[in-house]
């Protein structure tokens, strides 16, 4: 089964950090990126890079950054291929958003 590991965190999340721990922090992303069962992931822009777009009357509404104003906003995901909720909770785990205050949403993936 596929699903979605959605990474939620704080923006500043890394802010305070040395040199070091930042490069610590993203390397623990490529190496899950490079595990098995990954099958891809992205980084997002800041939410303040966001449109949103709601359709009344027929109408395109565009409204300039994220949806909501929110402590934690959508930061990236990991698309995982695993046998079960348990092993895609193991790997949400180890994201390090996950104990830097944030969280992982895990999603089974609709398969069609």
Known sequence: ????????????????????E???????????GASPGVLG????????TAT????ENGDA???????????E????FFLLEADDLDAATA?????PAARMGGAVEVRPVVER
Not at 91 to 95: E, G, P, S, V
């Open 22 to 32: 930042v490069r610590s922090v993203i390397g623990e992303y490529e190496a899950i």
């Open 73 to 76: 906003y959508l930061g990236g």
């Open 1 to 20: 089964m596929k699903y979605a590991l959605l990474i939620y965190g704080s923006p500043d999340h890394l802010a305070g950090k040395s040199e070091a």
């Open 52 to 55: 949103t777009v709601r359709v």
């Open 61 to 71: 509404l565009l409204t300039d950054g994220p949806f909501v104003d929110a402590k």
């Open 41 to 48: 992931s992205q980084q997002l822009q800041p939410a303040t």
């Open 91 to 95: 790997m949400a785990a180890r994201i």
